[in-house]
């Protein structure tokens, strides 16, 4: 169990043909997400800071063993075993090293020294991000070199200023919310979603998509809400009603807008799969989180529409910096919940770490990490079983290998469910 467990396995190991050496702020700075913190707390982190090594055979952690801190992997190469009996290898140097092995409170792969190693401990104190106090959330921050550009100076001072336009909810959802608020029945609720018949018709669709299989399909939309749940008909209504803030007249917007949506559904039914396979998130929940987890490029990207001869490299620079305060910004504008306005802010940050129990933004990054795989700069991304939200699965173990299974096998489901959406 962890690192020298026992005086016997002490005993019985090779000698280390490596030296423990200091760290060097440039090794740092290569490490995720360390690499993101200021120069000041960089040098504090360095001081004194000196690597461990162990001989091969060395067990460094094990599957199931809580933890305090990480390990990432400075020189050397590791075998993991996850819970499934797979095994895979991380070696130093490569892309995969510059993540920690595993950072969750909870270890959920066995770490094997395959050669003698050199690793660095860091502790979950220093790892885990600095979030900003509530009051703040919805603040934007661009680095200084951003914030020369014409089109971002403008955005912020306009979005400062409270001038920038908000999309708002669908009516027929606001009107939902109300009668939910007021426990109206199923035939109320039902006259309120027959006042918008796309979104109607949509629903009828969905409640007849792979995701709410049954044997007799619906025909109506009394039948598509009661197979689906109040709840559920609530969540997706509003994820239906959302499609309508991706529009505009500009062919280079229009263009992000579609990717940006198709991206997102995609996410989406991955949350909701997630979720239904752990069975410690609400699924429809989970579906509508991964749905407006980007909602905050709307606004930016409109305003570049309607205001700036635009370039593309300054958008997609921008996106990042913009997208989850303004997102955190329009939720709190629609009265969620607080658990759905910290996931525009944080789903994207791959060691996020705000609760101790699995929570929507932990399923909405695992789905963006899930999405990530197989596609290019994989590198840039950590084996999904280093992150904090993994340790928190307790009734499903997620694996390099599991993670291309699960994509496999909701192809179809998610096919037809972005059909269902983008229609």
Known sequence: MGLFSSSKNKNTLPECSLVPEPISMDAVKELFPIKDYDNEMLLAFTADLKSEVFPKQTTLFSSGEKTDSALYLLKGTVSLLDQTGKTFEIASETGKSKFP????STHVTTAIAKTDVSVLRVSHKILSPKHTPASGRSELVVPSELSKNRLISSFIDHYNHEELKIPSLPDVAIKLRNAMQNDAGIADIVK???LDPVISAKLIGLANCPLYISVNPVKSCFEAVNRIGLNATSNLVISLGLSS???SNSPLIKKLFDKIWEQSVYISTLSYFLAT?????????????GLICDIGAVPFLSFAANHFSYFESDIKLALPYVKGPVGHRILLDWGFTEEFLNVPLCSEDWFQNSSNELNLTDIVVLSQLHYKTGQPNMTKIPPITSIPAASKLKNLS?????SLNILSEAKQQINETIKMFSS
């Open 245 to 247: 803030n991706f529009k």
């Open 398 to 402: 997620l694996s390099p290998e599991f």
């Open 101 to 104: 092995l595993s950072s969750g």
């Open 277 to 289: 396979a752990t069975k410690q998130i609400n699924p429809q929940e989970a579906q509508l989180a």
């Open 192 to 194: 309120i979603i027959q």
